[in-house]
């Protein structure tokens, strides 16, 4: 892990945090809830998790957060109209389409229907929010990444050239301010942790062996960075939900540099401090894989808790697979990050039905256990 000069407490660095322009858009401090069914069907150590599938604005998620930043941004620099895009049921686009109603902005989306997952344009889920909230929704034939980027370029100088003051997602610019809101998630974790009672054994508050989260850019570097500024022992590890076409430790280790930067806090990240997993994507972004069908299942089944099939439920199966390969401390409690993503499920009605009716969803008492990843 990155060093930093001096390590801040808690209340220091939520004090540097503070210091940026925000938009309060989010239901904070998120739970953070012992899991004890969960645990059991799992044989693990105890499992706890951040409950930022409940941060609110239209049906929670990690980014809220992020936008509560983003936002105040665009309004600083009076922008009228946000540009934004990703794939066709993106809850980052959902998150950022609500966030702009809430503040009274226009947003344009630009939706890619690259990925299985993303066709047809079946309008359910986050497409369906997306529409709901009032965003102006273009889908295009192109990927996430490159190809959705480029048109979002295009069609904000369209509008510049029309006289609008548009904000536009760049990612070398606005991914490092997303960063600092999970600063603050990494924050409330551990002060949440320092003062828990749930788990009879830890009356006296304990530290994370380790914090798990699905990520493959801003919401982990955020929390790497917390980790760093608070010179903590315990790794942050990030499963993937997607494998972006650039290296995505050295694009996670930037962000977290740049996000010290706009904070005061002095840590200079390389990709070797990025733990990240991005064997539990499977076949590509989007696609279900048994061991995110599983942990979907048995998260539900026993906690009545939901994830997703292309964020959360591939981080829980990373997770899953992590404690029963023997990576983990059998005792010391691990954190699981929910990022949300519940809404994209809605899309997803035909493959988990078919799962259903094939009985695949089940619990690992109920069927061969699914090892080996997804
Ligand atoms: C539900 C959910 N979790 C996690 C992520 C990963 O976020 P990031 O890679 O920006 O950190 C996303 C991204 O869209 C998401 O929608």
Same mark, same amino acid.
């Given at each position: 892990?990155?060093?930093?000069?001096?390590?801040?407490?808690?209340?220091?660095?939520?004090? $540097?945090?503070?210091?940026?322009?925000?938009?309060?858009?989010?239901?904070?401090?998120?739970?953070?809830?012992?899991?004890?069914?969960?645990?059991?069907?799992?044989?693990?150590?105890?499992?706890?998790?951040?409950?930022?599938?409940?941060?609110? /604005?239209? #049906?929670?998620?990690?980014?809220?957060?992020?936008?509560?930043?983003?936002?105040?941004?665009?309004?600083?620099?009076?922008?009228?109209?946000?540009?934004?895009?990703?794939?066709?049921?993106?809850?980052?686009?959902?998150?950022?389409?609500?966030?702009?109603?809430?503040?009274?902005?226009?947003?344009?989306?630009?939706?890619?229907?690259?990925?299985?997952?993303?066709?047809?344009?079946?309008?359910?889920?986050?497409?369906?929010?997306?529409?709901?909230?009032?965003?102006?929704?273009?889908?295009?034939?192109?990927?996430?990444?490159?190809?959705?980027?480029?048109?979002?370029?295009?069609?904000?100088?369209?509008?510049?050239?029309?006289?609008?003051?548009?904000?536009?997602?760049?990612?070398?610019?606005?991914?490092?301010?997303?960063?600092?809101?999970?600063?603050?998630?990494?924050?409330?974790?551990?002060?949440?942790? $320092?003062?828990?009672?749930?788990?009879?054994?830890?009356?006296?508050?304990?530290?994370?062996?380790?914090?798990?989260?699905?990520?493959?850019?801003?919401?982990?570097?955020?929390?790497?960075?917390?980790?760093?500024?608070?010179?903590?022992?315990?790794?942050?590890?990030?499963?993937?939900?997607?494998?972006?076409?650039?290296?995505?430790?050295?694009?996670?280790?930037?962000?977290?540099?740049?996000?010290?930067?706009?904070?005061?806090?002095?840590?200079?990240?390389?990709?070797?401090?990025?733990?990240? #997993?991005?064997?539990?994507?499977?076949?590509?972004?989007?696609?279900?894989?048994?061991?995110?069908?599983?942990?979907?299942?048995?998260?539900?089944?026993?906690?009545?808790?939901?994830?997703?099939?292309?964020?959360?439920?591939?981080?829980?199966?990373?997770?899953?697979?992590?404690?029963?390969?023997? $990576?983990?401390?059998?005792?010391?409690?691990?954190?699981?990050?929910?990022?949300?993503?519940?809404?994209?499920?809605?899309?997803?009605?035909?493959? /988990?039905?078919?799962?259903?009716?094939?009985?695949?969803?089940?619990?690992?008492?109920?069927?061969?256990?699914?090892?080996?990843?997804?």
């Amino acid at each position: 892990m990155a060093q930093v000069e001096t390590t801040l407490t808690t209340d220091e660095l939520r004090e $540097r945090v503070d210091r940026l322009p925000r938009l309060p858009l989010g239901h904070l401090p998120t739970p953070l809830e012992y899991l004890p069914r969960f645990t059991q069907a799992i044989g693990g150590p105890p499992v706890y998790i951040k409950r930022d599938d409940c941060t609110g /604005l239209a #049906f929670g998620g990690n980014k809220t957060r992020h936008n509560e930043f983003l936002i105040a941004d665009a309004l600083e620099k009076g922008a009228e109209l946000v540009v934004w895009g990703a794939g066709v049921q993106s809850n980052n686009c959902r998150q950022t389409a609500a966030a702009c109603a809430k503040a009274g902005l226009d947003i344009h989306l630009v939706l890619g229907r690259g990925k299985p997952a993303d066709g047809p344009d079946l309008v359910q889920g986050n497409l369906l929010l997306d529409h709901l909230v009032g965003a102006h929704v273009e889908i295009i034939d192109g990927q996430v990444g490159p190809e959705v980027d480029a048109r979002i370029a295009e069609v904000a100088d369209e509008y510049r050239q029309a006289g609008r003051n548009v904000y536009e997602w760049d990612r070398y610019t606005v991914k490092s301010l997303a960063a600092v809101s999970y600063v603050l998630c990494l924050v409330e974790i551990i002060e949440q942790a $320092r003062e828990d009672g749930q788990l009879e054994t830890r009356a006296g508050g304990w530290t994370p062996q380790a914090v798990y989260g699905c990520s493959a850019g801003s919401t982990g570097a955020g929390m790497v960075l917390a980790a760093a500024a608070l010179g903590a022992q315990y790794p942050v590890r990030h499963v993937a939900p997607i494998v972006w076409p650039w290296d995505t430790r050295a694009d996670m280790a930037k962000i977290a540099t740049e996000a010290g930067e706009r904070i005061g806090v002095d840590a200079s990240f390389v990709g070797d401090d990025i733990e990240l #997993f991005e064997e539990f994507v499977g076949p590509d972004y989007g696609v279900v894989t048994p061991g995110c069908l599983e942990a979907m299942a048995v998260l539900a089944r026993t906690e009545g808790i939901l994830v997703d099939p292309s964020y959360s439920g591939k981080a829980l199966a990373g997770l899953i697979d992590h404690i029963r390969s023997g $990576r983990l401390d059998p005792e010391e409690p691990v954190v699981f990050v929910h990022t949300g993503g519940t809404p994209a499920l809605f899309a997803y009605n035909e493959v /988990l039905s078919e799962q259903i009716a094939a009985r695949s969803l089940a619990m690992p008492a109920d069927q061969p256990q699914v090892t080996g990843g997804c």
